[in-house]
C-alpha cells in the first residue's frame, strides 16, 4: 500500500523520496522523517506515515522522535566545548573534574575514557527503581561509589546509560548547568533547533508514540545468568512494557542523557551538517574546526566485548566501521539509536542526515537506514 510522502528533495534527490516512500510502503515503516544538508544546504526534508497508529495521527513536518542513543552524539558535543574552553582535558581523570569518582580505585579512569566506553562501569550494579534512574545526580552517585568491572571484556563495552550520567556529571561539575540545559543554550538554540535532551511538557504533544518491533524487547533471565558482565549490562528500556516507560510524561521529561534526545529529523541534520563544515552552518559557530577534529579522532577501535561485533569511537563519537551503520562514507561520525535511527556528518561531503523512525526494530542490518543512505550517497556523487 502507498503511503503519502511529504517534504521536498532538491534536484538529483528524487531517488531518496523513492527509497523514503518504499520504506512506509514495503519495509514496514509506521512513521518516519529524513532529512539531510549539502555544504549548509537542505536537500531532503521528508515525512511520512503515523506518528500514532492507536489514533490515527498523521507524521506531521513538526513531529518530534525519541531517537535514544542518537543523545550520545548530542552529549559528545557538548564535553567537546568544554574542552575548547579549557575547562576540561581529555586526557586528565574525571576525578580531577569529580572529586568522588575516585572512589573503588577509579582515580585513573579519565574522561577519555569515559567519552570512548572504555571506563569499565557498563552498568550500575545496586539496584534501582524507575523513579531513581530518571534522576541523574542520584545515579551519577551511585557509579561515584561503584568499583569498575575487572571482566577483561569491560575494557571496550557499550556503556548504552552509564555513558550519559557520567558525561552529564562532568558538565555539571564543570559548568553548573545540566547537560539538556547546556546543549539547548550552546547548540540548539544559536543554530534554530528542534531538538532536546528532555523534552519540554508543552512540546509532549509534538511528540510522537514510539513503538516495539518484534524481538526489541527481550524478556530477562530469572535471576543471575552466571555472567556478571552480563547481568551488569541489563537494559531497564528493553524489556517488556518498556513502551508504557518510553512514552511517558516523565520519561520524556527527564530520561537518561544517553537516550534522552527528541527532535526532528530536520534539525537532527541540521546539526550534524554543522559539524560537517567544521562547526559553523548559516554564519553560526558552535565549535572550532579543530574541536571537530578532535572529537572525531579514533580513540579505540575493536570488537564489542558482549555484542561481538565491530565498534570504533572518538570522543563520544560512533566512527565508520565495516558494518556501515552510517552509509558507505569512511569518513562518517555521529551516533546510531536503538532500533534504527541514524544521525551524523560525512566530512569529506559537508553533507549532515538523520533518519528518525518512530517503529524501533531488532534487524540486524536494519535495511530502513541503509537504503536511505545508500540512495543519498549516490546523489550526492551525480
Known amino acids: ?21 518504499r520504506n512506509l510502503s514495503e519495509l514496514g515503516d509506521v512513521g518516519a522523517a529524513f532529512a539531510a544538508y549539502r555544504d549548509g544546504e537542505p536537500v531532503v526534508d521528508l515525512w511520512g506515515g503515523l506518528a500514532d497508529p492507536d489514533t490515527e495521527a498523521p507524521w506531521r513536518e513538526d513531529t518530534v522522535q525519541l531517537v535514544f542513543s542518537g543523545a550520545k552524539g548530542l552529549v559528545a558535543a557538548c564535553v567537546l566545548l568544554l574542552v575548547e ?5 581529555l586526557g586528565a581523570p574525571l576525578a580531577r573534574y ?4 575516585a572512589a573503588a580505585g577509579k582515580e585513573r579512569i579519565t574522561v577519555a575514557d569515559v567519552m570512548s566506553h572504555q571506563s569499565r562501569l557498563p552498568g550500575v550494579r545496586k539496584p534501582f527503581s524507575v523513579e531513581q534512574m530518571l534522576d541523574a545526580p542520584f545515579m551519577a552517585a551511585l557509579l561515584a561509589e561503584q568499583e569498575p568491572s575487572a571482566d577483561p571484556r569491560a575494557g571496550f563495552v557499550y556503556h548504552a546509560l552509564t555513558y550519559g550520567w557520567l558525561a552529564g556529571e562532568l558538565v555539571r ?10 546543549f539547548g543554550e550552546e547548540f540548539a538554540e544559536p543554530l534554530g533547533l528542534d531538538v532536546w535532551l528532555g523534552l519540554p511538557d508543552a512540546l509532549h504533544p509534538r511528540a510522537a508514540t514510539t513503538l516495539a518491533g518484534p524481538g526489541l524487547l527481550a524478556a530477562p533471565a530469572e535471576g543471575p545468568s552466571g555472567d556478571a558482565l552480563r547481568d551488569l549490562m541489563r537494559n ?11 512514552n511517558s510524561a516523565a520519561f520524556r ?62 570522543a563520544g563519537f560512533e566512527l565508520h566501521t565495516e558494518l556501515g ?5 569512511p569518513d562518517a561520525f555521529g551516533h546510531a539509536g536503538a532500533g534504527g535511527s541514524r544521525h551524523a556528518a560525512w566530512p569529506s561531503q559537508r553533507i549532515g542526515f538523520s533518519y528518525t523512525p518512530n517503529h524501533l526494530r531488532a534487524d540486524s542490518p536494519d535495511p530502513r537506514p541503509l537504503t536511505l543512505l545508500a540512495a543519498l550517497a549516490t546523489c550526492a556523487a551525480s
Open 1 to 21: 500500500m502507498d503511503v503519502p510522502v511529504h517534504g521536498f528533495t532538491a534536484p538529483g534527490f528524487a531517488p531518496v523520496a523513492e527509497a523514503f516512500a
Open 236 to 246: 531497564p528500556l528493553l524489556v517488556p512494557g518498556a513502551t508504557t516507560l518510553w
Open 85 to 89: 574552553r579549557g575547562l576540561v582535558d
Open 253 to 314: 521529561r527527564a530520561a537518561p542523557a544517553a537516550v534522552s534526545a527528541f527532535g526532528t529529523a530536520r534539525s537532527l541534520a541540521r546539526f550534524y551538517a554543522c559539524l560537517a563544515r567544521g562547526g559553523e552552518i548559516d554564519g553560526v559557530r558552535v565549535l572550532r574546526p579543530a574541536t571537530v577534529e578532535r572529537g572525531r579522532a579514533e580513540l579505540r577501535r575493536g570488537t564489542e566485548g558482549l555484542w561481538g561485533s565491530p565498534m570504533a569511537y572518538g
Open 98 to 101: 569529580w572529586p568522588e569518582f
Open 325 to 329: 551503520l552510517f552509509g558507505p562514507a
Open 173 to 182: 561539575r564543570t559548568d553548573g548547568r545540566d547537560v539538556g540545559a547546556f
